[in-house]
T-cell receptor, first 111, second 114 residues
């Protein structure tokens, strides 16, 4: 079993839809949670970062962490065609030199 | 604003050939990383350098060597390329450590081993 599980998609939605992207994990020691966005033929770029549990909002993006369920989510409101990309979750634990990435979910937003 | 620069962008090698992938960052970051990205496998850490003068193995180090040339540059070497090393290689950097510092990635080197 992988430490981090992420549905590969693709997820195809119309412009303006609310998108929900999710990851589950097995290591209860994870405390740092990140979402990266990766456009085709580009490197990943950090989108959201959350420490421990709770929500964090940045414009159209909201990151949620539910440590009791070992489940993290990224919500995109009013999705745009420019949001079409692969979204990678990543997480790490205190006092460790490891950042574990999910395999990524490919999102397509059509006009 | 260059960020993390990787060269070359594309390369085709024959089995057994050697090559070095170059990476440079201009953000004065202490930590640098090499990942490979394969379909269905996500990003896997090959080697990292927590600071200038130090390097450590990641999840998949076999078949690779690294050199932290100075604070800016971190190179990845394939001594005898194998088809299993066909992948997209990403270099990344962060201010310090993994946990609470965002990693900044280059745009990758697409490497094919025939």
């Amino acid at each position: 079993q992988k430490e981090v599980e992420q549905d590969p998609g693709p997820l195809s939605v119309p412009e303006g839809a609310i998108v929900s992207l999710n990851c589950t994990y097995s290591n209860s020691a994870f405390q740092y949670f990140m979402w990266y966005r990766q456009y085709s033929r580009k490197g990943p770029e950090l989108l959201m970062y959350t420490y421990s549990s709770g929500n964090k909002e940045d414009g159209r993006f909201t990151a949620q962490v539910d440590k009791s369920s070992k489940y993290i989510s990224l919500f995109i409101r009013d999705s745009q065609p420019s949001d079409s990309a692969t979204y990678l979750c990543a997480m790490s634990a205190q006092n460790t030199d490891k950042l574990i990435f999910g395999t990524g979910t490919r999102l397509q937003v059509f006009p | 604003n260059a960020g993390v620069t990787q060269t070359p962008k594309f390369q085709v090698l024959k089995t057994g050939q050697s090559m070095t992938l170059q990476c440079a960052q201009d953000m004065n970051h202490n930590s640098m990383y090499w990942y490979r990205q394969d379909p269905g496998m996500g990003l896997r850490l090959i080697y990292y350098s927590a600071s200038e003068g130090t390097t450590d193995k990641g999840e998949v180090p076999n078949g690779y060597n690294v050199s932290r040339l100075n604070k800016r540059e971190f190179s990845l070497r394939l001594e005898s390329a194998a088809p299993s090393q066909t992948s997209v290689y990403f270099c990344a950097s962060s201010e310090e450590g993994f946990r609470d510092q965002p990693q900044h990635f280059g745009d990758g080197t697409r490497l094919s081993i025939l």
